[in-house]
């Protein structure tokens, strides 16, 4: 039955169909099914063309498919705009607008709704997404667009039944297909990759079926719900999916399920061999919670599937991998799938395939529709473990996983629908439980501590998983779930989820171990640090930061407590299972202690925001002394690396120390590390901290008073930066309030400043550099609007500065004044500096400030600043500054710097201080009673008796016993002879005994262990181990001395006081000056200054907190002994006056610097003058003092000076460059804006390149070639522009230096085979060298100024040098070396530009080719000089450009090659110029064509080859004569061309009105003239044409004498300049300069000799009055014209070549529009011209407007890329080309090219290059002027410095 039908036509049989199937008795639908069994054939293929054709039709009913989409459109209720994208989409975000995070819009959705002023940005998307518009839970409504703003779905009527009812019957087939066919299609990877080209090919067939469907899905809400059931409905599934409803494919359909059931096998998370294992192992393991079971050797008991095995025998490194099993895993998430409908097996299917695109948008089109989006999350979270599984094992894991977080984003960030899923379908377990399982395939056993008795273990970072980021998803999506309170509140609320997730936590603890080599380098760098970083980061603090969120209030503090709780228990299990006791193994570190960061975080939050007491959650002493060991061991390590102790290790290990403090980390690491070691510190014993301190710094044994020690733990160059180091860290320490109290809005301002006083920072760079506060990954910077308000608060905005030559700068913030005298940190600058250097640069930023503000003028010391709040749980931190160790340390250091003992440093004085007045700000409260109670005399301790530092700041210590080695100068000193034996007495008894740090921390140590009465082993195992810090026996032995001292810290304060000021008895205490009460002294009016100023603000307020510490100071300073260190007292000599040296020698330096600086400066000055081409000295040609020498040139390579001679010539260092730059002028005046809609064009019609193109054709159309070429100029596109940068050198030394240049094996920026080289003196760009011509100082005398010759006369001796050939100074016929320099570089010359730009003539190769080519050089260098000085000569003077012209060289360079081509006495037009010659028809044979009219010729060309073809050297006057004959051919040219814009009456008007003034003056009359050229032209036909057109061409000028006059002088004016320009360069004369441009012709003409000497320039001048005829001017002016009236001509072609208009307006590059979005919007999606698809660079040309395609392939031509060809096509091998999709400007110049800048800045001033940021940007019209000016003026190879080669590549 189905046959027949298959043959009839489509749309009857599914119109019948229809009808059929709406009749009750069901046997339409028993037909439809026989047809679809039929066109669906499993035999056919799956997505053959026939098949989709029929299915359309049967869907549609009977009418066309695009009918049946507009008919359901109609029916389309949804709300959401859902549309689907992929990687690399552009759309938007708005976070002013987001609810979520993952928020995303489409550009239509962005820009159809109101986001002005909102905070959004532009992003390319990594993974794809979909738009939320319309979507409440995701974003506001006042976001929405117009179109989504919720239409109430009661306007939109039901569907009718019939409509959907034939897509119900055949939806299901055509689904069932899909499966089938992906059934059918799949094999199991295996190594081979051909089944990888399998599965495409399966992809690939079914692509049509899919792309069916995805057009299904777009048709809206009413056929998104049939699709819904169908997906969704068990029933139809388990019908249709066996294969029991179909009679004869029985055997297919069953193949195709066990294909099917074969594939599910593997889909549990744990294959079923494994399980049995496990089951045996979890018996064994019994309660404990994680369990090693040992390492997996050869066999693969555990791993029973093949690609895990193959992973283990990859072992990495030779750490064997360990296995775990957890006996908390949920079985059923264990299990394998059981699919119940369409959707699931669907879903099975995209993840075997690896998530192919199309199946993906499919899915994902599908969402907007609410019963699909439930039934799919759920399907999605069922099918979680074995996507993971899958991803874990795929070979493109980086696109598999960007396609499940596509999926995955949008559905986890709706709240309503996470909550759902984490308590229906178990989603916590599973993504925890996943997670478990992905890290176990990684663990080796950690080698922290105690290697042997080891039981923990750690994933290894070298694994694939962690060093390719596959975790990155599943993490990914956890994050998301963890934002939404009631699924964070869920997993606090579990406690097995709480146990499972510190048991993964615990996996990171202590990963990638470092242990310092002593020996020798390490072979071979590891880089996995960055992977451990980012797991650390992505895997434990991510999702920290999202329960932190959560644990804000104080309803939350049951949870904070549990989650403390569990990592106490954790940090327990994992101390036992490292097997640690209280010593930290030495020289291993370990960055990663996230359960560390967690209990931190959490009591830091507990405190913090929920007011809990702390004591509540610590745990004992014994446990604090533990936790305290690791963090304070990295901090410890941190100092060693920066004190190069790791430098065997490499660099990486450098590389963790700057991670761990850099701003994405830093508040996950080292900010928990110190707040949790200031915890420890606050609750602990003091004196063990500050002891367990330096022992851990290794510093313990150079804490003595004598001058030599022994460090058994550290080399004599490490001692002074680790004591460094850890007075730094003690500072730190106690200053820094970040979780001990300081607001965010605190915190975010110190964190600004901070980073402000290291250097002026952009405000991207800003945004990225303060640490993010919650969860870093969710793309909201949190309040970025109060981000603005404080950077106002405490920053300046500096606008971006533009220099022509300068760098590129951008929009930048700097602190304010009072941020520097007031905010500004040391400390925290400390904390945050990633490099050391960043400190310096903040203090020189520091000490700038202070001079220039004049608060101080030396080398200032970091300020010290008053802080914070303290809160209260935490004031026992405080107890540390009043500690008896701290306090013998700080003595002891005292002591040691004013003795000058070796390695003591500023910075150690500095730190010292800044914690005794640490401690005076922080005193107890009892001090001064205490203070009074307590005399002198009762001092029972030897070293000090009271633990407050108010107190022991004046205690004097007399005597200290110190162990010594016996070479020390301690030893031999005998005792003073005066000691009477009551002194010895006193000595034995009152001696400070040595004070061992380590032997008072293990008495503490004790002591709590004792109180916590632990168990007698760890007893034992403490005591042994101070034999580890017994000074080994070295040769020498140690001694036991006494030494005297009798100081106290005052004592020693007041002797450094009077050592940093150089002075004896500096210091005298200002009270006693002044009698006022200390208590007025305020000691914060004194923060800025050097070491002095800090002891004195010191003794103030000691002065201020203690009558007895007043008392001391008074004394000391009565007794004003002299300070007595054991040295000669040579002040420079000190160690404290290192920075005194250091100033001085900075000095120095400066001073040579300078002293350079000006011998440079007067050399390149005396250089210049010497080399500069036109300088007075040099070429000085016609001026009557002349001196009698040569010129004399320096050579900047050998430096021998002398005069350019032919046999060793010297050059001007050139650059020569094709350009094109002149050819893009335009007409008018206003630039052209580069198109951004389809409606604007640009035609390159207009241009001058153009122009002159079309009249050559046009003349060699007509005239013959030879007079052709040589009546026009060329070179406007592609011509050669020749620059000097004024230095000059011998040619031989130039050859040499090519030669070193090649020979030298450093890579350069240039290309020394095409010549390349930069100038040896100024390291200019340049590519050639230009001889210096020798000047005949004999000639010269001859020439005078000005002389009486008649014109005639002269005219007649031009005629006679033009006969002379012989006469060039140079002969060409002997061959110098100068001819032969001239010869290469005139190749040089040619080799420039492209052939296509020189060969103009019919034959190739000819030489009136070359004579053209040569004299438009010439011409072209002296228009761009004109362009350089803004297109007219009105500012006169020499400028800059001529300052450096190098034209005089180019001009006898090209004269001298001029000379050979010796125009025919019969051509010369000098003989048609200056007198009348007859017309001999009868010459010129028939068809040969006539010579190029006198009117059609360009008269700038023919003075070049006038000038170009006399002798050299020229004398002025005949260049005045030349100048004079060719200034009557132009104003003949001017007439005839305004003659013809004359309509008909104006012409017979002026034709009529000249003839009645014909007089004797009448040579010098302009209506007469004119009368007469419109007379003689009449004569032919060539007003003609424009009389037919006349009523279109109606002219609105209406010609008076006064506008004739005008455009005359306009007409002759680009002459005028080109002629001045060249008689500056050749006579070397001073331009002259004028006000007003009307003045510019009379000006020019006076300098060019033209005004008969009754006139003067500040005349009126009359451009008639500058006429001189050389004979009856009536006659030649007939001649002339006679000349365009012979030749037959169409009348229009006489008007075009008639018609010449020489003003062209300055070149410029197109006009931009003022917002980038309109250029993206427009461009990045626009179809390329040539291969009409859309490039994936897209780039426009910015002098022309081409679009063109950045490394396309496609419109590559003869391996040259379309931006490369377009450079040569466009602008002769300079392009300038904006990439759309980066904003920035890349420019090509010939083989090179260089990424020149943005032109657009955001509100910020800031480039945004490849749109990272996003941010709206805005044109710079500066900058864009600047880009223009190196265009115009050909620098963009000095000024760009960053070149590279691009291979023709772009």
């Not at 000669?1128 to 040579?1152: T, V």
């Not at 040089?1388 to 034959?1403: A, E, H, L, N, V």
């Not at 010439?1418 to 012209?1445: F, I, P, Q, W, Y």
């Amino acid at each position: 039955m189905a046959l027949p039908l298959l043959r009839r036509d489509k749309r009857t049989v599914a119109a019948s169909l229809k009808a059929e199937c709406s009749r009750p008795d069901g046997r339409g639908v028993q037909l439809l099914s026989e047809l679809l069994d039929n066109v669906l054939s499993p035999k056919r293929p799956a997505a053959e063309a026939e098949a989709i054709e029929w299915c359309k039709w049967l869907m549609a009913g009977g009418e066309s498919f695009d009918d049946f989409c507009k008919t359901v459109r109609a029916y389309d209720d949804a709300t959401l705009c859902g549309l689907v994208w992929t990687a690399n989409f552009v759309a938007y975000r708005c976070r002013t607008c987001g609810i979520s995070p993952c928020m995303s819009l489409c550009a239509e959705c962005f820009n159809a709704g109101e986001h002005t002023g909102h905070d959004f940005n532009m992003f390319r998307s990594q993974a794809g997404g979909a738009c939320d518009c319309g979507d409440s839970s995701v974003m506001r409504d006042s976001g929405f667009c117009k179109r989504h703003r919720s239409t109430s779905s009661s306007k939109i009527p039901s569907v009718p039944n019939e409509l959907m009812m034939m897509s119900e019957h055949i939806l299901p087939r055509v689904i069932l297909r899909l499966v089938q066919h992906l059934r059918d299609g799949y094999s199991e990877p295996v190594s081979d990759p051909s089944t990888e080209r399998d599965l495409q090919k399966t992809l690939q067939q079914m692509e049509p079926l899919i792309s069916l469907l995805e057009d299904l899905t777009k048709m809206g809400g009413a056929m998104r719900s049939i699709l819904t059931r169908v997906l969704g409905n068990h029933q139809i599934y388990k019908d249709l999916s066996t294969g029991d409803f179909c009679n004869g494919e029985k055997t297919f359909a069953k193949k195709n399920h066990d294909k099917y059931l074969a594939a599910l096998k593997g889909s549990g998370l744990v294959s079923s061999e494994e399980r049995s294992v496990t089951s045996v192992l979890d018996q064994m393991a019994g309660a404990s919670n994680v369990t090693i079971l040992g390492a997996t050797t050869g066999a693969g008991q555990m791993d029973s599937s093949d690609e895990e095995e193959q992973d283990g025998s990859q072992g990495v490194g030779k750490r064997k991998r360990v296995k775990l099993c957890n006996s908390t895993k949920d079985p059923s998430i264990m299990d394998i799938l059981k699919h119940k409908c369409f959707l699931e097996e669907i879903l099975f299917w995209t993840v075997k395939y690896e998530f192919p695109q199309k199946m993906v948008t499919f899915l994902l089109n599908m969402l907007p529709d609410q019963d699909y989006k439930i039934a799919f999350t759920k399907t999605f979270v069922q099918h979680y473990a074995f996507i993971m599984k899958t991803l874990i094992k795929s070979h493109e894991s980086d696109t598999m996983s960007n396609r499940i977080v596509h999926i995955s984003v949008q559905l986890f960030s709706n709240e309503e629908l996470a909550r759902q899923v984490t308590e229906e379908c178990q989603l916590l377990e599973i993504m925890v439980t996943v997670l478990l399982y992905m890290m176990e395939s990684c663990l080796v056993k950690s080698e922290l501590q105690d290697e042997e008795n080891n039981f923990h273990v750690v994933v290894n970072c070298g694994e694939p998983l962690l060093k390719n980021n596959t975790y990155w998803p599943l993490v990914s999506d956890f994050i998301n779930i963890l934002s939404h309170q009631s699924v964070a509140k869920r997993f606090l609320e579990d406690q097995g989820l709480l146990q499972m997730w510190m048991n993964f936590v615990s996996f990171f603890q202590g990963m990638n171990l470092n242990k310092r080599e002593l020996n020798e380098h390490v072979e071979f760098e590891s880089q996995t640090y960055y992977a451990a970083f980012a797991a650390e980061l992505e895997a434990c603090a991510q999702p920290m930061w999202g329960l932190l969120t959560h644990c804000k209030v104080k309803e939350m503090e049951e949870y904070t407590r549990t989650v403390v709780r569990y990592c106490l228990d954790a940090l327990q299990d994992w101390f036992d299972a490292i097997n640690f006791v209280d010593e930290p193994a030495p020289n291993q570190v370990t960055f990663h202690l996230p359960l560390h960061r967690y209990y931190a975080m959490f009591l830091s939050k507990a405190v913090r925001c929920q007011q809990l007491d702390l004591d509540s959650l610590l745990p004992d002493q014994e446990m604090l002394m533990k936790m305290m060991v690791h963090p304070l061991q990295i901090q410890a390590s941190l100092s060693e690396i920066h004190s190069n102790m790791w430098v065997r290790n490499g660099l990486q290990i450098k590389g963790q120390a700057m991670t761990y403090v850099q701003s994405h980390f830093c508040n996950s690491m080292i900010d928990p590390d110190i707040f949790l070691l200031q915890v420890c510190a606050s609750k602990l014993d003091p004196d063990y901290f500050v002891s367990s301190v330096f022992e851990r710094f290794k510093v313990v044994d150079l804490l003595t008073m004598a001058s030599q020690h022994q460090n058994g733990a550290l080399d004599p160059e490490h001692e002074r930066s680790m004591l460094e180091g850890a007075l730094t860290f003690l500072v730190l320490l106690l200053s820094l309030r970040i979780h001990l109290g300081m607001t965010d809005d605190e915190i975010l301002r110190a964190e600004m400043v901070a980073q402000l006083c290291m250097s002026d920072r952009t405000h991207s760079t800003l945004l990225d550099l303060i640490p993010e506060n919650p969860n870093p990954k969710s793309g909201i910077i949190p309040g970025s609007y109060y981000f603005e308000n404080m950077l106002s608060a405490v920053a300046d905005f500096k606008a971006p500065v533009f220099e022509p030559g300068g760098s590129m700068q951008q929009g930048m913030y700097t602190p304010k004044a009072d941020v520097w005298d007031l905010e500004f940190d040391p400390i925290m600058v400390i904390l945050r500096t990633v490099y050391r250097r960043d400190v310096q640069s903040a203090m020189d930023r520091y000490m700038g400030f202070l001079k220039q503000t004049g608060k101080f003028d030396g080398n200032p010391w970091p300020p010290y600043r008053e802080r914070a709040f303290l809160n209260p749980s935490y004031k026992g931190l405080m107890r540390i500054l009043h500690c008896k160790t701290l306090h013998i340390v700080l003595f002891t250091l005292l002591y040691k710097i004013s003795m000058d003992h070796q390695n003591m440093s500023e910075h150690i004085l500095c730190m010292v201080l800044n914690l005794i007045e640490l401690g005076l700000d922080n005193l107890p409260e009892e001090t001064i009673e205490e203070e009074e109670m307590f005399g002198e005399e009762r001092c029972s301790d030897s070293w000090f008796h009271a633990t407050n530092i108010g107190t022991n700041l004046h205690h004097v210590i007399n005597h200290v016993r110190v162990k010594v080695p016996e070479t020390a100068p301690e030893v031999t000193r005998e005792p003073p002879a005066s000691t009477s034996s009551d002194t010895t007495g006193a000595q034995s008894s009152n001696t400070a005994q040595v004070f061992s740090l380590v032997a008072e921390r293990r008495r503490k140590f004790q002591e709590i262990i004792n109180r916590n009465s632990s168990s007698t082993i760890h007893t034992a195992d403490v005591r042994p181990k101070t034999s580890k810090w017994t000074a080994p026996n070295s040769t020498p032995q140690l001694t036991t001395t006494i030494l005297e001292v009798r100081e106290s810290m005052l004592s020693l304060l007041i002797k450094l006081h009077h050592k940093l000021s150089g002075k004896q008895n500096s210091y005298y205490p200002c009270w006693l000056e002044d009698s006022e009460s200390t208590s007025r002294l305020d000691p914060m009016q004194q923060i800025h200054g050097d070491g002095t100023t800090a002891v004195e603000r010191i003794l103030i307020k000691t002065a201020a907190r203690s009558r007895q510490n007043k008392f001391s100071i008074e004394e000391i300073c009565r007794k004003v002994a002299p300070p007595t260190p054991p040295k000669k007292n040579i002040s420079d000599k000190k160690a404290l006056d290192k920075e005194e040296r250091r100033q001085k020698a900075r000095e120095r330096q400066q001073k040579l610097l300078a002293e350079f600086a000006s011998r440079q400066k007067s050399f390149m000055e005396t250089a210049m003058d010497l080399e500069s081409p036109d300088n007075d000295v040099a070429m000085d040609i016609g001026s009557s003092e002349r001196q009698d020498s040569e010129t004399v040139y320096d050579c900047v390579i050998c430096g021998q000076s002398g005069p350019s001679t032919e046999e060793r010539p010297t050059g001007l260092v050139v650059l020569l460059q094709a350009s094109s730059v002149l050819g893009h002028r335009r007409r008018s005046t206003e630039p052209k804006k580069l198109p951004t809609s389809d409606e604007e064009q640009i035609y390159p019609e207009d241009t001058c390149g153009t122009a002159y193109d079309v009249r050559i054709t046009d003349l060699q159309r007509h005239f013959k070639d030879s007079s052709c070429l040589q009546s026009i100029s060329i070179g406007w596109e592609g011509g050669v522009y020749v620059q000097t940068c004024g230095h000059t050198l011998h040619i031989d030394c130039h050859k040499s230096y090519m030669e070193s240049l090649r020979n030298d094996q450093v890579l350069q920026s240039f290309s020394v085979d095409k010549g390349e080289f930069t100038c040896p003196l100024c390291r200019q760009f340049a590519n050639s060298v230009l001889p210096c011509y020798p000047e005949k100082n004999e000639e010269k005398s001859l020439w005078l100024p000005y002389n009486n010759k008649t014109m005639q006369f002269l005219i007649r001796e031009v005629e006679e040098q033009q006969e002379q050939l012989g006469m060039f100074p140079v002969s060409i016929s002997s061959v110098t070396n100068l001819s032969k320099e001239m010869e290469s570089v005139m190749k040089d010359i040619r080799s420039t530009t492209q052939k296509k730009y020189i060969d103009y003539g019919k034959i190739p190769g000819s030489p009136d080719n070359d004579f053209l080519f040569m004299y438009s050089v010439a011409r072209l260098n002296l228009e761009l000089e004109l362009v350089h000085r803004g297109g007219n000569l009105c500012l006169g003077g020499a400028s800059a450009t001529s300052k450096r012209s190098c034209l005089n060289q180019l001009l006898h360079v090209l004269a001298m090659h001029m000379r050979l081509f010796r125009i025919d006495s019969a051509y010369n037009p000098w003989a048609r110029l200056t007198r009348l010659t007859q017309v001999i028809d009868s010459g010129i044979c028939d068809d040969e064509k006539p010579d190029v009219p006198l009117l059609y010729r360009d008269v700038p060309s023919l003075l070049m080859i006038l000038v170009l073809t006399m002798p050299q050297e020229l004398h002025k006057e005949h260049f005045t004569c030349i100048v004079k004959v060719l200034y009557n051919l132009l104003y003949t040219q001017a007439l005839a061309t305004l003659s013809v814009k004359f309509n008909e009456d104006e012409r017979e008007a002026w034709k009529n009105s000249g003839k009645l003034q014909i007089t004797g003056s009448s040579e010098k009359s302009c209506e007469v003239l004119l009368s007469h050229v419109i007379s003689e032209l009449s004569k032919g036909k060539i007003y003609c044409a424009n009389n037919t057109d006349q009523p279109s061409m109606i002219t609105t000028t209406i010609w008076s004498p006064q506008t004739l006059e005008y455009s005359i002088q306009q007409f002759c004016l680009p002459f005028f300049r080109t002629a001045s320009l060249l008689q500056h360069h050749l006579f070397n004369d001073d331009l002259p300069s004028c006000q007003q441009t009307e003045e510019e012709f009379g000006m020019l003409a006076s300098f060019l000799g033209l005004l008969p000497p009754s006139l003067h320039s500040n005349d009126e001048i009359n451009s008639c009055s500058c006429l001189e005829w050389p004979v009856a001017a009536l006659d030649i002016v007939s001649q002339w014209c006679s000349e365009v009236t012979s030749v037959e001509l169409h009348s229009e072609q006489v008007l075009n070549l008639l018609v010449q208009d020489p003003q062209w307006s300055l070149p410029c590059l197109l006009q931009l529009p003022e917002n980038y979005n309109t250029i993206f919007q427009y461009y990045h999606r626009k179809a390329c011209t040539h291969c009409s698809k859309v490039p994936k660079d897209p780039a426009l040309c910015l002098v022309c407007g081409t679009f063109v395609c950045l490394k396309g392939q496609c419109c590559k031509q003869q391996s040259y890329c379309e931006c490369v060809l377009h450079s040569q096509n466009c602008g002769a091998g300079t392009g300038i080309f904006l990439l759309i999709n980066a904003s920035v400007i890349i420019v090509i110049r010939g083989h090179r090219f260089c990424v020149w800048g943005s032109a657009y800045l955001d509100t910020h001033g800031e480039e945004d290059r490849d749109l990272r940021r996003g941010k709206p940007l805005y044109l710079c019209s500066e900058r864009y002027k600047v880009l223009e000016q190196q265009w115009v003026t050909h620098t963009f190879d000095h000024i760009n410095k960053r070149w590279g080669p691009h291979y023709n590549g772009l």
